[in-house]
């Protein structure tokens, strides 16, 4: 595949200013104009993009359309066909999501000696964590702490973020690395062992750390190994519909369905840890995203209607640098590792018009700038727009070869489609990235329902408005830790009452009220792309039988 | 030249479905109305969900690919393999030496590798898979580790070993084994861990957590940035 030719003539303007650019200082910008560039340009603050929700925790807030479509949704079982005194599975803890926070939970509660069933929707490690590319922050290096970790990840969420959470992911952070370090995860070391790290998006010291750009994939490789090695109880294709509480108000399970042969069955815990990941393929805004398919927010939707609260649900993080083209791939991930190494956004013309490594809401709403109100973005022969990420900077900034060694799935993804990110630049525009809010958790991960936890991208405050790169892979693993040991340390100590699904029943009763449930099936589970002429086809013949 | 026809016919497990040009495999299914579950995971190249085998026309080499990262091409013949059958063993990578032996003891059948580099002509990543088991024969674990790093555990190679070598788990395990006990480990993440264990980063991170909003605004905005190491 080649560029189209007036893509090829724009890159002779990139080629013409690259000599220029090259060590070319670019100011950062100040709080004032960076709050403004957000306000005019980022999609949270576009107008009749989210509404108030009806009822719940957080009744009067408000959420993008297409989450509210699913909070105000209907319940896929009737509570009163739940046989509540039979349980399918009796167990000290369920977790629910076989990504990287809910492995690493379970590991840790499994250590302690709990018993464990960790139940996922499709298969072991099916997860953002597996594509999570350019790395993850720890402040282990001499001229960094903890604490200075700690203001750039508050700077980085517009100091919205709850401190007590940042706490706890910063100072945990070197003890994870150290936990996969032992565990015989492979990051990028200098011969003597040092942890190769650079900067990212906000940093102020180079604390990224990466294996590669698979750096998500080494690390759920490598607790999925481990996890099968300590044999802990898994079910793979099954998800959760409903969180089931006890007549005291704690959480004590959940119903499952199995995704395969349509099933429902109970399981009875102690404790629930929910890591369940996030809300990508939800397409907030219709945007495209670069998430795994099964990321449709299921576990907030549960929990919301046992009662937990969320945060920051109106903060959805774009990441600045989403495929433009080609369009087979339009929206997947251009790690933000492309800019670490060096490469700079540039406009139609050649021109850079942001500081590349601001942090993401500000370089999307940037990008956003200049090809909706500046036109000076590129245009595909599909109707996309973007700039170009001048990916061959790297390679005279760091020798030939960088790019293979550092960026290999980069590299192989743009191959697959003939194009050569080492000769020439890549097209990039904001794609739906992260789910910056969530459940509401303290420090051990718990949320305001007794015994239920939650951990990664389904809870939220840590990264406030604005998740740092390779936070998040920090947070799975800190949060995942710290749920899997508060978990494991609460169940000597929790008394049971009757398994109930009341709760499903009266927040039911609430939205009919409201008058505001829109009928969606909730959670959604899968996303579904059938082309809408097929769906609407195959629904008219159901209704001529 | 003629203009390239709008629409392409594939044969899904030999069934034909006719789609527009240029979709991916995967979209080219949901076009055609299937509603994935099995062989559908991170849509982005990342998982090993979707490894595809397929025939195109008047060439008897079977080809491969990911669904969601390869283009579907007109009398494309075509079946996904979500899943393939697999053994792994169970192992504490801490009390194992990283050695031929370990590797041969725990998947004795790499040893009756043929030598065909089908597995290097089925991988949809292009990886040196055969090489890196005749590294694993001989104990390289630190080559092992390399070839294999990008590794997706999609399984097509051990789908079509004759051998029956499942190469992907050897190399999870090569690599957990050179990143313990080969690769000196990180004596600066070490020496952090220790400080934060006894206590030494506390009274910075209470002192910075208290300062409030006001404090954290002037400091974030006078930070002293690390400059690039280049």
């Known amino acids: 595949m080649l ?46 993009t989210m509404r108030e929700l009806a009822v719940g925790p957080n009744a009067g807030d408000r959420v993008p359309h297409e989450l509210a479509d699913l909070l105000e949704g209907r319940g896929r079982i009737d509570p009163d066909a739940v046989d509540l005194g039979h349980a399918d599975h009796d167990v000290d803890i369920l977790v629910i999501g076989g990504g990287g926070a809910g492995t690493s939970a379970a590991m840790l509660a499994h250590q302690r000696g709990a018993t464990v069933l960790l139940t996922t929707k499709l298969r072991l490690g099916d997860a953002n964590t597996m594509m999570a590319q350019g790395g993850i922050q720890a402040a282990d290096k001499p001229n960094d702490s903890p604490a200075i970790h700690f203001l750039d990840v508050m700077g980085g969420g517009g100091f919205q973020n709850i401190p007590e959470l940042v706490r706890a992911l910063t100072h945990d952070a070197p003890a994870a690395m150290k936990w996969l370090e032992d565990l015989g995860a492979m990051f990028d070391k200098e011969s003597d062992g ?24 080494e690390i759920m ?52 840890i929910l890591a369940t990941g996030g809300m990508g393929r939800l397409h907030v805004q219709q945007f495209p995203c670069t998430n795994h398919y099964g990321a449709t927010a299921d576990g907030l939707v549960i929990a919301y ?82 700039v170009w990420l001048d990916s ?42 992260y789910q910056n809010g969530g459940l509401l958790i303290d420090a051990h991960g718990e949320t305001g329902i007794p015994n239920l936890f939650a951990a990664g991208e389904v809870s939220g405050g840590v990264h406030g408005r604005n998740r740092l790169m390779g936070n998040s892979l920090l947070d799975i693993l800190v949060f995942g830790r710290r749920a899997g040991v508060a978990a494991a340390e609460r169940v000597s100590s929790v008394t049971q009452g009757d398994l109930s699904l009341d709760h499903v029943r009266a927040y039911q009763a609430r939205l009919t009220a409201s008058g505001k449930e829109t009928g969606r099936p909730s959670p959604m589970l899968l996303p579904n792309y059938v082309r809408l002429e097929t769906i609407e086809r195959t629904a008219g013949a159901a209704r001529a039988a | 030249m003629a203009a390239e026809p709008a629409m392409v016919r594939f044969f899904l497990m030999g069934k034909p479905h006719d789609v527009p040009r240029g979709l991916t495999i995967q979209k080219a299914m949901e076009y055609a109305g299937f509603r994935q579950l099995r062989g559908c995971g991170c849509r982005g190249g990342y998982c090993g969900a979707c490894g595809t085998v397929y025939r195109t026309a008047n060439d008897y080499r079977l080809k491969v690919g990911l669904a969601c990262q390869t283009v579907v091409e007109d009398q494309m013949y075509l079946a996904l393999i979500p899943f393939f059958p697999a053994v792994k063993a169970t192992y504490r990578v801490e009390d194992l030496p990283p050695t031929a032996e370990t590797l041969i003891g725990l998947y004795p059948e790499i040893l009756r590798c ?51 070598i499942v190469q992907y788990n050897v190399a999870v395990l090569a690599r957990r084994l050179y990143a313990r006990h080969i690769a000196p480990s990180a004596a600066h993440l070490a020496a952090r861990v220790q400080e934060i264990e006894q206590g030494e980063c506390e009274a910075d991170l209470d002192q910075i957590v208290a300062a409030g909003e006001v404090e954290w605004r002037k400091m974030y905005a006078a930070r002293e940035i690390e400059p690039e190491e280049l």
């Open chain 1, 194 to 217: 040092t942890m190769v790290s650079i900067h990212g998006g906000g940093t102020s010291r180079r604390r990224m750390h990466s294996a590669r750009d698979y750096s998500g994939a």
């Open chain 1, 221 to 272: 490789r490598t607790l999925r190994d481990e996890f099968r090695n300590q044999k802990i109880r898994h079910l793979e294709f099954t998800s959760a519909v409903e969180l089931a509480l006890d007549s005291k108000g704690q959480c004590a399970g959940a119903v499952l369905y199995d995704m395969e042969t349509g099933e429902y069955r109970l399981v009875r815990a102690k404790a629930v």
């Open chain 1, 392 to 433: 061959p900077m790297i390679e005279i900034l760091r020798g030939p070869g960088t790019i293979a060694k550092a960026l290999p799935a980069m590299m192989r993804q743009y191959q697959r489609f003939d194009l050569d990110m080492r000769a020439l630049p890549i097209l990039v525009y904001p794609t739906q990235h």
């Open chain 1, 3 to 48: 560029y189209e030719p007036h893509m090829l003539e724009s890159i002779k303007r990139v080629e013409a200013t690259r000599s220029e650019r090259l060590g070319q200082q670019f100011s950062r910008l100040t709080a004032d104009e960076k709050a403004a560039l957000l306000k005019g340009y980022h999609p949270d603050y576009k107008a009749g």
């Open chain 2, 114 to 164: 043929l030598g065909c580099n089908t597995c290097r002509k089925v991988c949809p990543q292009q990886l040196e898979v055969m090489r890196y088991i005749a590294a694993a024969q001989r104990g390289d674990i630190a080559k092992v580790a390399d070839l294999s790093f990008d590794c997706l555990m999609c399984g097509l190679c051990a789908s079509r070993c004759p051998a029956e």
């Open chain 1, 305 to 386: 209607r046992a009662g937990a609260r969320m945060v920051f649900m109106d903060a959805v993080q774009y990441h600045p640098t989403g495929v433009a083209y080609p369009e087979q791939i339009v929206g997947q991930l251009v790690t933000e590792k492309v800019r670490g190494l060096g490469a700079q956004l540039v406009n139609r013309e050649g021109r850079r018009f942001i500081f590349d490594l601001e942090t993401r809401d500000t370089v999307s709403a940037a990008i956003i700038r200049e090809c909706l109100e500046r036109g000076n973005g590129v245009q595909t022969n599909t109707g996309m727009v973007g």
